[in-house]
T-cell receptor
Framework: QKEVEQNSGPLSVPEGAIASLNCTYS??????FFWYRQYSGKSPELIMS????GDKEDGRFTAQLNKASQYVSLLIRDSQPSDSATYLC???????????FGPGTSLSVIP | DAGVIQSPRHEVTEMGQEVTLRCKPI?????LFWYRQTMMRGLELLIY????????DSGMPEDRFSAKMPNASFSTLKIQPSEPRDSAVYFC????????????FGPGTRLTVT
């Protein structure tokens, strides 16, 4: 059974701080990694994709991937109250594999 | 593009009634997914299609659930008969190239079965 695990939170950070969201996965051959943001009452929205080891930056967001440790993280710099949401980590293996979603981490940015 | 379109946005029905949820994927996307989300179980994949053909329905909870995709721009998820435990938010998503690709979600249908 392929699994994707995340701390459920809630994770609370003050406005302007760095929020760090973590995700581990069980399938060693996983190749594609995604972060989705879901506001309360809304649908998941893709914010980052990462496929290679290392860091990928997009604005205030940085995704970090370490395949050897089976670990992917999302850093949000200069956190804003508007970043308060649940963040879903998703992982897939080869092009024939489904995407497996983690349970999500609830983030609260305190003004 | 308008994105993934779902209807209705909200559905309230009585136990035993038939419920039909509808989805229009993003034009050109070859894959369509139906998910169910609850607080207890999170986001669950029910079924997905590739080029209108059902590929994996192992997540469909029981025979009361069925899904069809008669053409590239339309899919339905039907529950007959509905039960209170079916109350959830149902999302449709589509992806361009393969089942492990980036997925784009519709706004969802909030179903309440009383």
């Amino acid at each position: 059974q392929k699994e994707v695990e995340q701390n459920s939170g809630p994770l609370s950070v003050p406005e302007g701080a760095i929020a760090s969201l973590n995700c581990t996965y069980s399938d060693r051959v996983s190749q594609s990694f995604f972060w989705y943001r879901q506001y309360s009452g809304k649908s998941p929205e893709l914010i980052m994709s990462i496929y290679s080891n290392g860091d990928k930056e997009d604005g205030r967001f940085t995704a970090q991937l370490n395949k050897a440790s089976q670990y992917v993280s999302l850093l949000i710099r200069d956190s804003q109250p508007s970043d308060s949401a649940t963040y879903l980590c998703a992982v897939s293996g080869t092009s024939y594999d489904k995407v497996i979603f983690g349970p999500g981490t609830s983030l609260s940015v305190i003004p | 593009d308008a994105g993934v379109i779902q209807s209705p946005r909200h559905e309230v029905t009585e136990m035993g009634q038939e419920v039909t949820l509808r989805c229009k994927p993003i034009s050109g996307h070859d894959y369509l997914f139906w998910y169910r989300q609850t607080m207890m179980r999170g986001l669950e994949l029910l079924i997905y299609f590739n080029n209108n053909v059902p590929i994996d329905d192992s997540g469909m909870p029981e025979d009361r659930f069925s899904a069809k995709m008669p053409n590239a721009s339309f899919s339905t998820l039907k529950i007959q008969p509905s039960e209170p435990r079916d109350s959830a938010v149902y999302f449709c998503a589509s992806s361009l190239r393969w089942q492990g690709d980036e997925q784009y979600f519709g706004p969802g249908t909030r179903l309440t079965v009383t």
